[in-house]
């Protein structure tokens, strides 16, 4: 019987390593956000550039109609942006968005820190929690059979939504210096924070995750 039980539970195995194989470089993307594919990747980083030289295009329409509006206002005694208040913001803008690209680029990596920090270890829990004994044959027959089930059921679903969440990511991340552009003017901060919001959203999204994943091994 035994001899029975270790043959399905190689069957089952060979069968997961079978479809696993040929998914491993996507099931990478559960755990780790691959900077190849993202911020190092030389079309994402050329298409950032691009929307660099768009963003210090209208930074610079924006700085020239705020000179237009000084001299005008010293002039007519209407109402401007004094430049205490316009060169700060300004100075910090441009530094925003020159350093989106770092700023960025470090949040991805420290996702990936949290991710491997918080890496649930399966066969530590399993040898835990079956009294620092190896798994029987029919205790791996069931687990075999337990992974296989999830596997159809859940993987494949978190794969999809980790290559769409790298898409976003990119987009987010090209589109980098225009959010931070937006802070300039008052009336379009708000749309700035919610890029920001969106990217840090996204790109912590797979830690929590995999947070509730490692705390359900827990």
């Not at 491997?116 to 687990?143: C, E, K, R, W, Y």
């Amino acid at each position: 019987m035994d001899q029975i039980l270790q043959g399905l539970a190689g069957f089952l195995n060979s069968i997961g390593a079978f479809l696993v194989g040929p998914l491993a470089p996507l099931l990478a993307l559960l755990v780790n956000t691959p900077l190849n594919l993202t911020t190092d990747n030389d079309l994402v980083v050329t298409a950032w550039k691009v929307m660099l030289g768009v963003a210090d295009g209208f930074l610079l329409l924006f700085v020239l109609g705020g000179g237009m509006q000084m001299m005008i206002g010293q002039a007519t005694g209407t109402l401007y942006t004094p430049p205490r208040e316009f060169l700060p913001r300004l100075f910090a803008v441009a530094l925003a968005m020159h350093a989106s690209y770092i700023w960025l680029r470090t949040l991805l990596i420290f996702d990936n820190e949290l991710c491997g920090i918080v890496h649930a270890s399966v066969h530590d829990f399993l040898l835990q929690f079956n009294g620092g004994q190896p798994l029987t044959n029919a205790q791996q027959l069931v687990l075999a059979a337990g992974l296989g089930a999830f596997f159809s059921l859940t993987i494949l679903r978190y794969v999809f939504q980790s290559i769409e969440r790298i898409v976003l990511l990119n987009l987010l991340f090209v589109l980098g210096p225009v959010g931070m552009l937006l802070f300039f003017l008052p009336h379009t901060a708000a749309y700035g924070t919610y890029w920001h919001r969106m990217f840090i959203v996204t790109c912590f999204l797979q830690f929590v995750q995999f947070l509730a994943f490692g705390l359900g091994f827990a």
